[in-house]
C-alpha cells in the first residue's frame, strides 16, 4: 500500500499543513459530484475531516468512498494540490472534541457544535496527487 509521503509532494506539503479551506468532492448516488468547503487536518498518513452521519457528504463516502480535495495557497492562487483518496474509515465523535480541535486550529471559539451527537470524522487515506 503507498503511503501519503509517497503521494503527497514535499514542497506541496504545506497546503495540507497549514489551517486552509479544503474543497472536498465526494459522488452522489446518481453520479454527480458534491464539493463543499470544509475545515481539515493531515495528520502525516490521513486527512480528517468532521462531519455529521445525517448530512449528504457522509452518505457519499458511504456509498462510494472516493473523494477529492483541492486546496489553493491564498499567497499564490495558481498553486495548488489537488489530493485523491478513499475513505479509509469513520470514527464516533459524540463529544464534538474534533470539531472542537478543527475550530481551534482555524481561529474559532472553541465550543461544542450543536450536533455533537451525531459528529464523526472521516479519514480519506491519499492515493494520488495533482499539484500546479
Request: hydrophobic share 40%.
Given at each position: 500500500?503507498?503511503?501519503?509521503?509517497?503521494?503527497?509532494?514535499?514542497?506541496?506539503?504545506?497546503?495540507?499543513?497549514?489551517?486552509?479551506y479544503?474543497?472536498?468532492a465526494?459522488?452522489r448516488?446518481?453520479?454527480?459530484?458534491?464539493?463543499?468547503?470544509?475545515?481539515?487536518?493531515?495528520?502525516?498518513?490521513?486527512?480528517?475531516?468532521?462531519?455529521?452521519?445525517?448530512?449528504?457528504k457522509?452518505?457519499?463516502?458511504?456509498?462510494?468512498?472516493?473523494?477529492a480535495?483541492?486546496?489553493?495557497?491564498?499567497?499564490?492562487?495558481?498553486?495548488?494540490?489537488?489530493?485523491?483518496?478513499?475513505?479509509?474509515?469513520?470514527?464516533?465523535?459524540?463529544?464534538?472534541?474534533?470539531?472542537?480541535?478543527?475550530?481551534?486550529?482555524?481561529?474559532?471559539?472553541?465550543?461544542?457544535?450543536?450536533?455533537?451527537?451525531?459528529?464523526?470524522?472521516?479519514?480519506?487515506?491519499p492515493?494520488?496527487?495533482?499539484?500546479q
Amino acid at each position: 500500500m503507498t503511503t501519503a509521503d509517497e503521494v503527497i509532494p514535499a514542497d506541496y506539503r504545506d497546503l495540507l499543513e497549514r489551517p486552509l479551506y479544503g474543497h472536498l468532492a465526494t459522488v452522489r448516488r446518481d453520479g454527480t459530484v458534491q464539493v463543499e468547503p470544509m475545515w481539515f487536518e493531515f495528520d502525516g498518513e490521513f486527512i480528517l475531516f468532521t462531519h455529521t452521519s445525517k448530512r449528504q457528504k457522509y452518505r457519499n463516502l458511504m456509498a462510494n468512498p472516493a473523494a477529492a480535495l483541492s486546496v489553493n495557497d491564498p499567497d499564490a492562487p495558481y498553486r495548488f494540490l489537488e489530493v485523491r483518496g478513499v475513505l479509509d474509515h469513520v470514527d464516533l465523535d459524540p463529544e464534538g472534541a474534533f470539531y472542537r480541535q478543527l475550530a481551534r486550529r482555524y481561529g474559532r471559539a472553541d465550543q461544542a457544535p450543536p450536533d455533537a451527537a451525531d459528529r464523526v470524522i472521516l479519514y480519506i487515506r491519499p492515493t494520488a496527487t495533482a499539484k500546479q
